[in-house]
Nanobody
Framework: QVQLVDTGGGLVQAGGSLRLSCAASGSIFSINVMGWYRQAPGKQRELVAVITRDGSTNYAESVKGRFTIARDNTKNTVYLQMNSLKPEDTAVYYC??????????WGQGTQVTVSS
């Protein structure tokens, strides 16, 4: 099993920045992809950014150039640096991990609210 704890959300004004953190524990040796999803009220959960074990990254078009995903393997932690935040970024952000047999794990979610 894998446990994910995601933190770092908060209230920020448009144009501001936040850094989300996701600490993984458990059977982390089996994880090959980690990332962040978000879900706004009334909308489906959507991919924000992912990073693979080899360091490859992918971003939603809406956040490309503003968000950066990174990992620190010594701390078993994945980060999402969010810059130039917009009100439409407001959502609950969930850390996600996927193992090599496609089993997914989720953090509890952290609220990001961007005021206009």
């Amino acid at each position: 099993q894998v446990q994910l704890v995601d933190t770092g959300g908060g209230l920020v004004q448009a144009g501001g920045s936040l850094r989300l953190s996701c600490a993984a524990s458990g059977s982390i040796f089996s994880i090959n992809v980690m990332g962040w999803y978000r879900q706004a009220p009334g909308k489906q959960r959507e991919l924000v950014a992912v990073i693979t074990r080899d360091g490859s990254t992918n971003y939603a078009e809406s956040v490309k150039g503003r968000f950066t995903i990174a990992r620190d393997n010594t701390k078993n932690t994945v980060y999402l640096q969010m810059n130039s935040l917009k009100p439409e970024d407001t959502a609950v952000y969930y850390c996600n991990a996927r193992n090599i047999i496609m089993v997914q794990y989720w953090g509890q979610g952290t609220q990001v609210t961007v005021s206009s």
